[in-house]
């Protein structure tokens, strides 16, 4: 990548990071002759159309802001493979970086870094853009002393590839909000409770919540008590303390009303707080708090005056605009419907339909109108914004694994994905509450909303002298283990071979099937990994293998026919004979020869034969033959 010339504009010089979705490169606009950062799609997210549309549409909508607390946009494009957005380049370090080496600031410091972040957010509010990744990462102090945020529009492009993609949620665990955690819609108020988070951890050197797992986080995030940063930091003056824990509030009308009302209220506990800290003054930062902020400032009753007496003018203009224009009518109802519908039956009633974002749904298809602000029925002026909101259809994620974990913790983990839950019991020698099994099994694509079912341990029963070890061909590992504990044994080491069987399937196991084994032994099994990539473009083959079991074995007896070919693939058959039984198996093999072994309850027949095709293998047990 570096060296390339993206669209015959922008040299890509050097790489200077990277995230989950992105690399991020320092460049030239050739045509203005000025640094800038590349910012370059990775793969797997090029291959999906929707997200990459996304990409492009946000991106241009960041474009849109100003505000100097802003990382600018300056353009985004493609070529070829290549998606990108052009920035500005901004020198300096990021908040995650700066706290990792000057631990918690001084409470002017950071209520400057917040109030930069609010203006940040108040711009991008305004322009109906939410961020719904603020974190220390996306926050950027520059050398010449300012705040700005990063990635804005690409954060939300994102939002509905990575909700679940990788079965963590979207945004980042420790500053991610109640309802982005529950997977709801998330507005204005999901970036000040990021906000808040972002500041707490600046004034404690920690975020509010912390835990072992991504969605442990969550969890604390929905359901802990708000936490009172004073517990870490006892001489935080309770003006900020409070602040810090109405940012936090669980439920997003509690928060405060918008970000410039949250900046205002910073730019006051600041000003208040460097009055406190005048003998004592917070050290200078890489740049967030401004020197101006430092010197005494006017009084405030002046410009709130000016303020005010602007406002009222400003409301008698749109009462009179209001009284002259025409009269407000009912808005109609959209819900449910597809959006070319809803935007047409708005547009009919004199509204301005605005489409605000997408998020999923597992009642109403992708496409169709989730939501719409103000609701239907409410009076208003023709041409009055609408806000919508569609549905993307329902996230499907890679199922986790469950197993082993206690029902409560299994329990509150999956309904945290939006996934229903049905639990039974059985007795198995695991510990009483462990989930013993799960379906669907761990890796399976699923859609929020899918039922699993969870089978639990019942504890452990009376064990058994002896077990019978169950014939577990054809099942997985799941399947596997519920046959075993059924009989009171567990399953042992799992390994992993190319086979003509289906994949993902056992197609060997030690002991074999029908014999007596120690109550809780385990049974070591063979899985398939399906078709050995060797064997692309190798010749298939079938040979059909004739034994006679001899008259003196044991009743029931066992065969096995394990046939390995040249391209690594690996065969097994197991079945259940009697005494004198004439057995006749087809075996299926790649290339131009196999070697096949067959075993009488356990013990090899004879020496290993090779197939070939429409050869003769040879001699069998009990002096039967093998016909290919």
């Known amino acids: 990548m570096v060296g390339k010339v993206l669209s015959g504009r922008y040299e890509v010089l050097e790489r200077i990071g990277q995230g989950g979705m992105a690399w991020v490169y320092r460049g030239r606009d050739l045509a203005l002759n000025r640094p800038v950062a590349v910012k370059v799609l990775r793969p797997p997210w090029t291959d999906d159309a929707d997200l990459v549309e996304r990409f492009h549409q946000e991106a241009r909508s960041a474009a849109a802001l100003s505000d100097r607390h802003v990382v600018q946009v300056y353009d985004v494009g493609a070529d070829g493979e290549f998606h990108y957005i052009v920035m500005e380049l901004v020198e300096g ?61 690409i954060a939300r492009a994102m939002a509905g590839a990575t909700l679940v993609n990788t079965g963590s949620l979207f945004g980042t665990a420790p500053y991610v909000s109640p309802e982005q955690a529950r997977g709801r819609v998330s507005g204005p108020a999901t970036d000040l409770y990021a906000l808040g988070a972002v500041l707490y951890e600046m004034l404690t050197g920690a975020p509010p919540y912390t835990g072992d797992s991504a969605l442990a986080v969550a969890l604390k995030h929905i359901q802990d008590p708000v936490p009172d940063p004073r517990a870490a930091r006892p001489e935080l003056a309770a003006p900020v303390a409070e602040l810090v824990m ?71 203009a749109l009462v009179t605009r209001w009284i002259q224009g025409p ?15 809803a935007k047409s039956r708005l547009a009919a009633a004199g509204f301005d339909p605005v489409v605000a974002g997408t998020a999923p749904s597992t009642v109403l298809g992708k496409g169709r109108v989730l939501s719409e602000t103000p609701p239907a029925g409410t009076r208003l002026k023709p041409g009055s914004l609408v806000t919508l909101v569609v549905s993307s259809g329902p996230v499907t994620f890679s199922m986790p694994t469950v197993v082993g974990e206690d029902q409560q913790q299994a329990v509150a983990e999956l309904k945290l994905l939006s996934l229903k839950v049905e639990v039974s019991t059985r007795t ?61 044994m567990t399953l042992g080491n799992v390994t992993w071979v190319y086979s003509t069987q289906p994949a993902n399937t056992v197609i060997d196991q030690d002991p074999a099937p029908a014999g007596p084994a120690a109550a809780g032994g385990a049974v070591n099994v063979t899985m398939s990994k399906g078709i050995s990539p060797a064997s692309q473009g190798q010749p298939q083959n079938q040979s059909t293998v004739n034994f006679a079991v001899p008259a003196g074995a044991p009743n029931p007896s066992w065969v096995k026919a394990v046939v390995t070919d040249a391209s690594g693939n ?6 259940q ?28 027949q004879g020496s290993p034969t090779t197939l070939t095709p429409g050869g003769s293998p040879g001699a069998g047990p009990g002096g039967g033959g093998h016909g290919a």
């Not at 690996?570 to 079945?575: G, H, L």
Request: charged share 15%.
């Open 93 to 153: 370090t990021n908040l995650k970086e700066y706290l990792a080496t000057h631990g918690p600031l001084a409470v002017p410091e950071a209520l400057a870094v917040a109030e930069q972040v609010a203006e940040a957010l108040a711009d991008a509010h305004a322009h109906h853009i939410v961020h719904r990744d603020i974190k220390p990462q996306n926050i950027l102090l520059t050398t010449g002393g300012l705040v700005k945020v990063a990635d804005f529009g």
């Open 246 to 316: 109405r940012l936090l509030a669980k439920d997003p009308a509690d928060r405060p009303a918008g970000a410039a009302a949250v900046a205002a209220r910073l730019r006051a506990l600041r000003d208040a707080a460097l009055r406190d800290d005048a003998e004592d003054p917070p050290p200078a930062a890489v740049g967030p708090v401004p020197a101006a902020s430092r010197r005494r400032r006017r009084p405030l009753w002046p410009w709130l005056a000016g303020l005010a007496a602007l406002m009222v003018a400003g409301a008698l």
């Open 327 to 341: 009269p407000p009518v009912a808005l109609p109802k959209v819900v449910g419907l597809p959006l070319a519908a």
């Open 428 to 488: 198995a020698n695991a510990a009483k509450g462990l989930v013993i099994a799960q379906s669907p099994e761990a890796g399976r694509s699923v859609a929020q909303g899918t039922t699993v079912r969870l089978v639990v341990s019942a504890g452990q029963p009376a064990p058994p002298q002896t077990a019978t070890v169950p014939d577990l061909s054809g099942m997985d590992t799941a399947s596997a283990a519920a046959a075993l504990s059924g009989v009171g």
């Open 570 to 575: 690996q065969e097994v058959y197991y079945q």
């Open 577 to 604: 004979v009697q005494p004198g039984q004439q057995v006749s198996l087809t075996v299926t093999w790649y290339g131009a020869n196999a070697q096949l072994v067959l075993y009488l309850n356990g013990q090899q």
